[in-house]
């Protein structure tokens, strides 16, 4: 059986309708946005929007949807004992999701904004929580398969933190490199308030 070969046609067309629901975004709040703006702004018809969405909540889910999985293609994948080996340095390094979000920085300054929806943050935290879950904190889990935490709490703990320091970092005019900033979330993360804040710290921690 032969692939499908993906409509370019219709790519374009929902590329379209996806720049147009990004601009008015810009512009006004997202519940004052309708069906029949994007459609206008894209300079297409209300039935060519219905063809590729049910309404605007899809068209926005499709839009993060593709971002985001556009990022996660390029993470490789990770093994408990390759991570375990590794210095904490070295766990930290990895900057390509903020280089990412410093790529898309127009659609996340206007969705996280005042201007975004609300729903979007819910629907963007469910989906950092279900890729950190599945696709970081799994292939780490100790071999009896029972980590310290509920694996869930410690997705929704990442996931709300990368949130919030992409909002601090596109509100303060990303003030430090995409570099910088993956390594002090990751500090965060790895080593929590007590190393931030240069309290005592279990000595048998290693932190070099």
Known sequence: MTE????????????????ALLDLLKERD????TIQDVADKADVSRA??????KDK???LFKT????YDELSTHYPPLDRNDFNNRSYLEQTDDARDFHHVAAHADFYRAMLSAHG?????????????????DQILKPLMPSDGEPGLPLD???????GAQIGVINWW??????????????MLSRMCLFGMRWSLRLAIDPEVDLT
């Open 4 to 19: 499908k070969r993906p409509d370019r046609r219709r790519e374009r067309t929902f590329h379209m309708l996806s720049t």
């Open 30 to 33: 997202y519940n004052n946005i």
């Open 48 to 53: 060519t929007f219905y063809l590729h969405c």
């Open 57 to 59: 909540d899809e068209l």
């Open 64 to 67: 993060m949807q593709r971002i």
């Open 117 to 133: 929806s609300p729903q979007f943050i819910r629907m963007v935290r469910a989906y950092l929580e279900t890729v950190i879950r």
């Open 153 to 159: 709490f410690m997705a929704a703990y990442m996931a």
């Open 170 to 183: 596109l509100d303060n005019n990303l003030p430090v490199s995409p570099e910088e900033i993956s390594r």
